[in-house]
C-alpha cells in the first residue's frame, strides 16, 4: 500500500523559487531511485531530477545549477527545491519511486504521485 502525496506547487513569477515535497507512506523493499518528473502541456513527460540510494543525483541539463534533488533523512521523504525559475519550467512535477515489494520480486514497479502544478509566469 504505497502511497506518494505532494506538495508545494504553485504560482511563481520568473526568477522565484518554490520548493516542491513529496511524502512516500508504505513500505519497499527496495528503492533504487526517486525522481522528479515533469510534463508541459503537449509535451513529453521528462525526468528532471534523480537520486539513487546512495545519494548521488543527476539532474536534466535544462535545469542544473537551478533545481536541487533531496532526501529527507528518514528516506520517507523526497524534495525539489526550484531556483531561477524561468517560464519554461511551468508544468505538472510528478513524484516518482521505483521500487522493489520484497527480497524475491524479480521486477521493479512504479509509483507515482498525484503531481502538483508550478506555474511560473509575470
Known amino acids: 500500500q504505497v502511497q506518494l502525496v505532494e506538495s508545494g506547487g504553485g504560482l511563481a513569477q520568473p526568477g522565484g523559487s518554490l520548493r516542491l515535497s513529496c511524502t512516500v507512506s508504505?513500505?519497499?523493499?527496495?528503492?533504487?531511485?526517486m525522481a522528479w518528473y515533469r510534463q508541459a502541456p503537449g509535451k513529453q513527460r521528462e525526468l528532471v531530477a534523480q537520486?539513487?540510494?546512495?545519494?548521488?543525483?543527476n539532474y536534466a541539463d535544462s535545469v542544473k545549477g537551478r533545481f536541487t534533488i533531496s532526501r529527507g533523512d528518514t528516506k520517507n521523504t523526497l524534495y525539489l527545491q526550484l531556483n531561477s525559475l524561468k517560464p519554461e519550467d511551468t508544468a505538472v512535477y510528478y513524484c516518482?519511486?521505483?521500487?522493489?515489494?520484497?527480497?524475491?520480486?524479480?521486477?521493479?514497479?512504479?509509483?507515482w504521485g498525484q503531481g502538483t502544478q508550478v506555474t511560473v509566469s509575470s
Open positions: 537520486i539513487t540510494a546512495g545519494g548521488s543525483t
Open positions: 508504505g513500505s519497499l523493499f527496495s528503492t533504487p531511485a
Open positions: 516518482n519511486v521505483r521500487g522493489y515489494e520484497s527480497p524475491r520480486s524479480r521486477t521493479f514497479d512504479d509509483y
